[in-house]
């Protein structure tokens, strides 16, 4: 998807509709005088109501549409009638998306499962109908309860993509190849920097029909925790992979000090995600003889690597087998 289309983050303004107001009839038949109250209920105003859709991956139906109204509910009317809800409005999004209030920034609830429903603005109560106030000290009631305002706020509804593996390394680390290597993904591949300027995910297919998703996020620099390169705008859609996979070429000057940078803008961003599973890909190294890969090996963090290469289809199958093979154990 074009970069221009991927929308993850969006500012909306929604009003909940007004309850119905209760009606005061009395009743009036023919040969009967005394009918008494039969004032029906106002109807419910219409919600708001967030649904998750997992057709969608992007916030961008939104982005020009950030005012979301419900409708209002219907008056009582005689015989007991109450008025009919407000129409609710309904708004999809992506599964990982999260909504919250735009005032004080309190997370309201987050969108994971397909066709999940949460209200985000409830829609004013119906009016009670003066029949609801009819008692042997006041037999003919004639008032009946206004139906209540709708709820005015401003939403903020920010995207998390889902995936199990979260891609991170500096820019121009063959992230993007790998993706487009082990999935059908077609992220956009050059020889510059920040080629890859929104996320991308990718279903990778793995042994006996099973599979998993890899989300590539754009490259990291260091000070990314301070707004430098594209900052840390995108670090949210790795917050709930399981798994952390780094990538380091195998060109690098020296690759723990670069897993190492990597590692301290997440902790800057978020020290929770250092919590996750992480393993090492020591990518471009099919122009490594076995001399240099024990050499580089003596020097490498404490944590599972593979050397691949997603160009010589090298590593690839032993990346897929460590990956499922966590994943397992992080679902146990």
């Keep these: 998807m074009a970069s221009s289309n991927f929308v993850d983050y969006v500012k909306i303004f929604c009003r909940s509709g007004k309850g119905g107001a209760g009606s005061t009839h009395l009743r ?28 969608t991956w992007t916030l961008l139906h939104l982005k020009y549409k950030r005012h979301v109204f419900a409708g209002h509910g219907g008056n009582g009317s005689k015989q007991r009638s109450s008025g009919g809800d407000g129409e609710d409005r309904v708004i999809e999004v992506p599964l990982g998306t999260i ?10 609830f987050e969108i994971t499962e397909h066709d999940q429903e949460l209200v985000l603005v409830k829609g004013g109560r119906g009016g009670l109908g003066n029949w609801n106030f009819k008692s042997s ?27 199990d593996v979260g891609l991170v390394g500096f820019p121009n680390a063959g992230k993007s190849t790998l993706l487009s290597v082990v999935s059908a993904a077609k992220p956009e591949i050059a020889d510059y920097p920040f080629t890859t300027l929104v996320p991308n995910l990718g279903i990778v297919s793995y042994r006996d029909h099973q599979s998993f998703a890899m989300a590539d996020i754009p490259g990291i620099i260091e000070g990314a925790s301070e707004g430098k390169g594209l900052g840390i705008r995108f670090l949210r859609h ?77 590593g690839i199958t032993e990346l897929k087998d460590m990956i499922w093979e966590q994943l397992m154990a992080a679902n146990e």
Excluded: C, W
Excluded at 99 to 108: F, I, S, Y
């Design 28 to 55: 009036r038949e023919k040969f009967e005088a005394f009918g008494g109250p039969d004032g029906g209920d106002g109807g419910r105003g219409g919600h708001i109501i967030v649904r998750g859709n997992r057709n």
């Design 99 to 108: 909504a919250k209030d735009a005032e004080t920034g309190e997370v309201l």
């Design 137 to 163: 000290t006041n037999q003919t009631p004639r008032y009946a309860q206004p139906g209540e305002d709708g709820i005015e706020m401003a939403a903020i509804l920010e995207l998390k993509v889902l995936a």
């Design 238 to 314: 790795i917050e709930r992979n399981s798994i952390l996979l780094f990538l380091v070429p195998a060109d690098a000057e020296d690759i723990k000090k670069e897993y190492q940078i990597l590692q301290n803008e997440l902790k800057q961003y978020n020290p929770e995600l250092l919590d996750k599973g992480r393993m090492l890909a020591i990518s471009k190294s099919d122009m490594l003889d076995d001399e240099l890969i024990e050499e580089i090996e003596r020097d490498l963090p404490d944590v599972p690597y593979v050397f691949i290469s997603s160009v010589a289809n090298k």
